[in-house]
């Protein structure tokens, strides 16, 4: 077989394999202003052998990186540098960028996306603004002439580029750029079947008085009128006031991917929201919610392709201390905290989880003189969580006794075992608390 036909079968069969997988799933962030870090053979074969992350987005080409993640079937997104977007346009350029970029590496390496520049609009340097999608063409047709079909083009936004947010329905994009911009690039973003990517960060507009909201923990809720739904987390409101936008201009079948997010593990002392604890908290349900495609109120049981930022803590980066203390891990690939991001097998070794019947064991259990409305609050919330709470239901196997007491303690444990057994799972705004003594003994 020659050269060329081998080339050819395994780019199509590198196809296959990208069609097969709508989404990868649970990604990371891979940045790299350190001075520290280990070789990136070393972190290819930490992800594919210790971790559940199946995909990685870099911030440029590195080629150190590429090399190392072939054959590893890790998916891999590359990135563009925002000042290279005036250049792209010209079509001799493209093909330049993917033949020294993309052609060495793939498809031994998965490369699913290149990015475009990163929070274009954000930046708000209009020579860069007004070339992004003419260079997103551009480059999209350096990969069809090249044969690499099945690499998409996208770039990342923040929610900044939304005009209105609140609530999640009346989602719309900033004019100016609503149809300038943004519409063009969501008409090339559906005839090529590639997604919109945003980062969404509820920790940089943390409000205190809305802590829970932005945590995932246990809340009221925030109720949009138009819809009639409730969001019980500032992630979905987000992602659906996303949704809202595009689908105001027409283009909600264009799928929706979380390029970034994520919470600082630590901060500088006018930084109160960068804790470890609040860290672990949001990424722990972050991930929980990833991967079990619950979806959100306007968008059920869909799962989102998403990239944790950031998988280290990079101890050369600017600006405040949060910014050095977003990774998932130390250089030493031990886990800053428990994001559920191990393999089973793989503990953190701070948190260990002890199996079921094994000396130390724990359970959630509602608080003593806990008030029915809270518990009934509890029981509410819970249920429209993705936790399964049929058994508690008439003639489920754990419907007696049938108090609210009993159920409550049934759906609070529940939520706490299927979310790790981590001591901030019972939390229940301070109605639950961690006990060593079965409950249904």
């Not at 010209?90 to 929070?119: C, D, H, M, S």
């Not at 949704?243 to 930084?271: L, R």
Request: proline share 9%; hydrophobic share 40%; glycine share 8%.
């Amino acid at each position: 077989m020659s050269k060329t036909s081998t080339r050819d079968l395994l780019l199509f069969l590198a196809g296959l394999l990208q069609l097969a997988a709508t989404t990868t799933g649970l990604g990371v962030n891979y940045g790299t202003i350190a001075n520290n870090l280990p070789p990136p053979a070393e972190v290819a074969n930490f992800l594919k052998t210790k971790t559940i992350i199946n995909a990685i987005k870099l911030f440029d080409a590195n080629p150190d990186i590429l090399r190392a993640f072939a054959n590893t079937n890790i998916s891999v997104t590359v990135s563009v540098g925002n000042g290279d977007i005036p250049n792209l346009v010209q079509l001799p350029a493209a093909k330049n960028w993917v033949a020294a970029n993309i052609a060495p590496f793939y498809p031994q390496t998965k490369i699913i996306r290149i990015l475009v520049g990163n929070e274009i609009i954000h930046i708000g340097n209009r020579d860069w603004i007004y070339n992004l999608v003419p260079a997103m063409k551009s480059m999209n047709t350096a990969l069809m002439e090249a044969g690499f079909k099945h690499i998409k083009l996208s770039t990342p936004n923040t929610p900044g580029c939304l005009g209105s947010s609140e609530p999640p329905s009346q989602g719309r994009f900033r004019m100016g750029y609503d149809k300038d911009i943004i519409l063009p690039m969501l008409q090339f973003l559906s005839e090529t079947k590639s997604a919109f990517m945003i980062n969404p960060y509820p920790y940089f507009i943390y409000n205190p008085t809305m802590a829970d909201y932005m945590l995932f923990k246990k809340n009221k809720g925030i109720y949009d009128n138009y819809t009639k739904l409730t969001y019980y987390n500032m992630f979905d409101a987000q992602m659906d006031s996303l949704y809202s936008a595009m689908k105001a201009i027409g283009f909600a079948d264009v799928p929706i991917v979380v390029a970034e997010t994520g919470w600082p593990s630590a901060g500088d002392p006018d930084q109160p929201a960068a804790t470890l604890d609040n860290a672990a908290t949001f990424n722990w349900h972050l991930v929980k919610r990833v991967i079990s495609g619950i979806g959100t109120p306007l968008m059920p049981k869909k799962k989102f392709e998403t990239y944790i930022f950031a998988l280290f803590n990079e101890n050369q980066k600017p600006g405040p201390t949060s910014e050095r203390n977003f990774g998932l891990f130390r250089p030493d690939f031990t886990p800053v905290y428990d994001a559920g991001v191990m393999l089973k097998g793989e503990q953190t070794p701070a948190q260990p989880k002890p199996e079921p019947g094994a000396p130390g064991r724990k359970w959630c259990v509602p608080r003593p003189n806990t008030s029915n409305a809270a518990l009934q609050e509890n029981l509410d919330w819970i249920c429209i969580q993705g936790i399964d709470c049929g058994p508690i239901q008439p003639g489920g196997a754990c419907f007696q006794p049938d108090t609210l007491w009993d159920h409550a303690q049934y759906a609070m444990n529940a939520y706490y075992s299927a979310n790790g057994r981590n001591d901030f799972n019972c939390d229940f705004k301070q109605t639950g608390q961690i006990t060593t003594n079965n409950p249904s003994k």
